[in-house]
């Protein structure tokens, strides 16, 4: 079983940075994955931040580049997405999610539909 533990949440003002992390229990060993953070405003559709693929090819949301880093280390089984010169139309709940374990995963996947295990959702606020 799959689980995503985010964390690393919180509030900040603008022009700050958050790192969020993510936490992946549960892939067989030695599978490969492709993974992503996403994020939902109230009354907005949920929509891609970063994604990233098991080579570290990564892709990004046009509102986000040059602003987020994807990023994972592997050998703790952690994702990362650091954010800088956050902005209030950053608020949201962030979401990490991941797709289905697999012996070759490379590309960058933006669609949410496309990933299948979701973490509870961390919330991050930026105040102006």
């Known amino acids: 079983q799959v689980q995503l533990v985010e964390s690393g949440g919180g509030s900040v003002q603008a022009g700050g940075s958050l790192r969020l992390s993510c936490l992946v229990s549960?892939?067989?060993?030695?599978?490969?994955?492709?993974m992503g953070w996403f994020r939902q405003a109230p009354g907005k559709e949920r929509e891609k931040v970063a994604v990233i693929d098991n080579y570290d090819y990564t892709r990004y949301g046009d509102s986000v580049k040059g602003r987020f880093t994807i990023s994972k280390d592997k050998s703790n089984n952690t994702l990362y997405l650091q954010m800088n010169s956050l902005e209030p139309g950053d608020a949201a709940m962030y979401y990490c999610a991941a797709r289905s374990p697999t012996t070759y995963c490379r590309g960058g996947y933006l669609l949410a539909s496309q990933y299948i295990y979701w973490g509870q959702g961390i919330q991050v606020t930026v105040s102006s």
């Open positions: 549960g892939y067989p060993y030695g599978s490969q994955y492709c």
